[in-house]
């Protein structure tokens, strides 16, 4: 199914196909940081991932004109730069680190952590108790254990919970089966609730 394109991804795709480099830095500032902890999946280290987001960038603006809204805006954008970060890759000879597939049981809890108030909530953290707020330190907390996870479980808990794609973008932005995004995004999301109890105590 479609997804649909909001006003505000059309305002930008507008702004873009116009060559208006408001639009384009403010693409940038939402976009930027994600789509580098995408490239850094498939290449080996961090320099060549930036050098992946610029051909990514370069590849939006020629490709913003056949853009035709059938994928929100920032799933077309995860897409560009999980194929310019593949297509490098493969060129540097180097297979895609999805070893965390492989049996990790270290770092993760169980699955209860994530029930709230006596009911399940798949796939969502636990709702925190009304009013509690987490400070500016725990928030520090919380990304850096997200830039310790492995590339690939970094990438889908970014896409997930921090940039709000859905399970099915995610999957079509990375090129991920239904099993690989709830195992990679399961594992992120225990590692990091880990390291936030663990600051919380």
């Known amino acids: 199914m479609d997804e649909r394109l909001s006003p505000e991804d059309a305002s930008l795709v507008e702004g873009l196909r116009a060559g208006d480099e408001a639009a384009f830095r403010a693409l940038m500032r ?15 280290s961090r320099a060549v991932a930036e050098d992946v987001v610029q051909d990514a960038w370069i590849g939006v603006l020629r490709g913003i004109g056949r853009f035709e809204g059938r994928s929100s805006l920032k799933t077309w954008l995860f897409r560009i730069v999980a194929n310019t970060a593949k297509t ?22 169980d699955p209860d952590r994530f029930l709230g108030s006596g009911e399940r909530f798949p796939g969502h953290w636990a709702v925190p108790p009304e009013g509690r707020v987490l400070a500016a330190e725990a928030m520090g907390v ?11 479980q970094r990438a889908v808990i970014t896409l997930r919970d921090i940039q709000g794609l859905s399970s099915e973008e995610v999957r079509n932005a ?3 089966t239904e099993t690989n995004q709830r195992v990679l995004l399961h594992r992120a999301r ?12």
């Open 30 to 44: 939402e976009y930027g940081g994600a789509m580098l902890r995408v490239a850094q999946m498939y290449v080996s």
């Open 142 to 152: 919380i990304d850096r254990a997200i830039e310790a996870l492995p590339p690939a």
């Open 174 to 176: 990375l090129d991920l």
């Open 88 to 109: 490098r890759g493969v060129r540097e000879a180097r297979s895609i680190p999805f070893t965390s597939l492989g049996d990790d049981s270290e770092g993760s809890v």
């Open 190 to 201: 225990s590692k990091v609730r880990s390291a936030l109890e663990e600051y919380m105590r």
